[in-house]
C-alpha cells in the first residue's frame, strides 16, 4: 500500500513562509505528477502547483513568484515552498500523486492546515 503524508502547515504571519512536505511511503512504486491543491473555507479544492516526472513544474497564478514546488527523489518527497503568504492562501493543503505499482493510480494525503493572519 502506498501512503501520502503531509507536513508542514501551520500559523504564520502575512508576509511569513511555510514548506510543506509531502512524503511517499510503502511498496514500490514509481512516482509520476504530483499536485498541490488546497480548499479554503466555504470554496472549491483549487489546484495550487503541479510537478510532473520529467520536473516541469506549474502553477495558477495567483501564487507565481511565491510558491515554489520541487521533489527530492531520494526521499520520495514533494515540498512546497511558500513565500510572501497572504490571508487569501489560508487554507487546508492537500498533495495529490499519481503513483505506479502495478497500475497507475491517484493518491492522496490527509491535508494540512495553512493559516495566515493579517
Known amino acids: 500500500q502506498v501512503q501520502l503524508v503531509e507536513s508542514g502547515g501551520g500559523l504564520v504571519q502575512a508576509g511569513g513562509s511555510l514548506r510543506l512536505s509531502c512524503a511517499a511511503s510503502g511498496s514500490t512504486f514509481s512516482i509520476k505528477a504530483t499536485r498541490w491543491y488546497r480548499q479554503a473555507p466555504g470554496k472549491q479544492r483549487e489546484l495550487v502547483a503541479l510537478i510532473s516526472s520529467d520536473g516541469s513544474t506549474n502553477y495558477v497564478d495567483s501564487v507565481k513568484g511565491r510558491f515554489t514546488i520541487s521533489r527530492d527523489n531520494a526521499k520520495n518527497t514533494v515540498y512546497l515552498q511558500m513565500n510572501s503568504l497572504k490571508p487569501e492562501d489560508t487554507a487546508v493543503y492537500y498533495c495529490?500523486?499519481?503513483?505506479?505499482?502495478?497500475?497507475?493510480?491517484?493518491?492522496w494525503g490527509q491535508g494540512t492546515q495553512v493559516t495566515v493572519s493579517s
Open positions: 495529490n500523486a499519481i503513483i505506479f505499482v502495478s497500475y497507475d493510480a491517484s493518491y
